[in-house]
């Protein structure tokens, strides 16, 4: 019930948005996640944001370059990417749970794949 888009093939310094819809459900009372998966470092929690909205987590080297938002309705999320290096090509994927986004979740979608170019 977690559907992601967005995702494709960039250069590096390039931006993407990518989106992640709440079908069925919205994500009121949850917090929302973006992790990504690659071979090489296995699955990392990219960016959190409570339900609250007071809280928000960023992996260390991200910050400063995307930034996780909610929709005023409720319904999705996106995670905006700025200045994306190679490094950040991975398949990227929404999650949620009851606490800070941090899992363990109780949801998550497909993914949706990004492939940075040099």
């Known amino acids: 019930d977690l559907v992601e888009s967005g995702g494709g093939l960039v250069q590096a310094g390039d931006s993407l948005r990518l989106s992640c819809a709440a079908s069925?459900?919205?994500?009121?009372?949850?917090?929302v996640a973006w992790l990504r998966q690659s071979p090489g470092n296995g699955q990392e929690t990219v960016a959190a944001?409570?339900?609250?909205?007071?809280?928000?987590y960023y992996k260390e080297t991200v910050k400063g370059r995307f930034a996780i938002s909610r929709d005023g309705d409720e319904s999705t999320v996106y995670l905006q990417m700025n200045n994306v290096k190679p490094e950040d090509t991975a398949l990227y994927l929404c999650a949620i749970d009851r606490s800070y986004g941090l899992g363990p979740y109780e949801s998550w979608g497909l993914g949706t794949r990004v492939t940075v170019s040099s």
């Open positions: 069925g459900r919205t994500f009121s009372g949850y917090a």
């Open positions: 944001l409570n339900w609250a909205g007071d809280r928000i």
